[in-house]
């Protein structure tokens, strides 16, 4: 019986596919949000949200499976998987342009305070995730992000 359904769950994923592939918001640097609609989902189908899961969508020449599923009851296509992609996203790239350096922050700290500039920042993009995220490498020291926004 457990080799039955194994085949009947693998002929029924066979058949599901995704549609309405839709690019959203930049959540975070170099990486958008998209989504989509599993189809041929059957309504009495239990197992639902892990074939969204398990199912895979190209995007840009790329294969993703989703960061994570909703199954919106009420019909064999209301099943929506979101991806957040950090490849090939150029206009969710923020950037750090020119700096001033305020010198040491105090006597014997090590440590010197410097301002850079946030730029690109995306239509929507919330500034203050994009300032924590954005990298920005100089005076042979790489920062994943700003210390303080």
């Not at 599993?38 to 294969?63: D, F, Q």
């Not at 490849?87 to 301002?115: M, T």
Request: hydrophobic share 25%; with cysteine; charged share 25%.
């Amino acid at each position: 019986a457990e080799e039955r359904q194994k085949h009947e769950d693998e002929r029924l994923r066979s058949n599901m596919f995704w549609t309405d592939l839709t690019p959203h918001t930049c959540t975070t640097y170099a990486t958008r949000e998209y989504t989509a609609r599993l189809v041929n989902v059957p309504s009495y189908y239990n197992r639902r949200v892990e074939a969204c899961m398990a199912t895979p969508v190209k995007i840009h020449g790329t294969e993703y499976t989703p960061k994570w599923c909703e199954d919106r009851v009420g019909g064999p296509n209301n099943v929506i998987g979101h991806w957040e992609v950090n490849q090939h996203e150029p206009d969710c790239a923020s950037y750090w342009s020119w700096y001033k350096d305020f010198g040491c922050i105090s006597p014997g700290s090590g440590q010197r305070r410097i301002e850079h500039y946030l730029e690109n920042i995306p239509s929507g993009g919330d500034w203050k995730e994009f300032c924590a995220t954005t990298p920005i490498s100089f005076g042979g020291m790489h920062f994943t992000g700003a210390q303080f926004c």
